[in-house]
């Protein structure tokens, strides 16, 4: 189903799948110079829908703002973008009741986190090959939402912030290594293990809370 989320003075193009029986959906951050089109980010969603978890891809720039650089890495900014998509999310009439999710990318993991610090709705974060370390620390101590860093054994220098990242943080987490893998996920089989290690995390903890 394609959407427009309004986001202060611009709309943002998006795409949400429901699956029959999913209880909770995960709205994707995706990473710098990337869309929603983005073939790993829409790889893991497959997987998130073969778990029953509903998903919303979207744009986290209108294609302007896309070609500054600086933009690009506007932490402040992708993160009030997707404050207005979980907005959007709990107020549409087929998410309403769903637990809520983050997935985050690159530079969408700190916007991930950022918006998990303030929106105490969020259930639950994962980051994918990410930079939580650029959410800085205060909003990484204010995040409850349990947290999964998922990081490629071969992504040098980028497990060393993980794991910076995750010292600070206070809430239920876990830091998961794919042995073999680069940045992006590339090598053979390992995109496959980092979506399964996600939506096992989401299935966990998006579950519709007990009566």
Known sequence: MEVLIPAGKVSLPGTA???DGATGIVAFAHGSGSSRHSPRNQYVAGVLHEHRIATLLFDLLTPQEDQTYETRFDIGLLTERL???????????????????????????AAALQAAAKNPNVAAVVSRGGRPDLAGPQAL?????????????R????????????DLLRCEKKLEIVPGATHLFEEPGTLEQAAEHAARWFAAHLRPAKA
């Not at 101590?141 to 054994?153: D, K, S, W």
Request: aromatic share 6%; net charge negative; hydrophobic share 45%.
């Open 155 to 166: 992504d040098d220098g980028v497990i060393d912030l993980n794991r910076q990242a995750y």
């Open 83 to 109: 404050l207005a998509a979980l907005a959007w999310l709990e107020e549409n009439e087929e998410a309403k009741g769903m637990r809520i999710g983050c997935f985050g990318a690159s530079t969408g993991a």
């Open 141 to 153: 101590t204010l995040v409850r939402a349990p947290t999964l860093l998922i990081v490629g054994g």
């Open 17 to 19: 799948t429901l699956p």
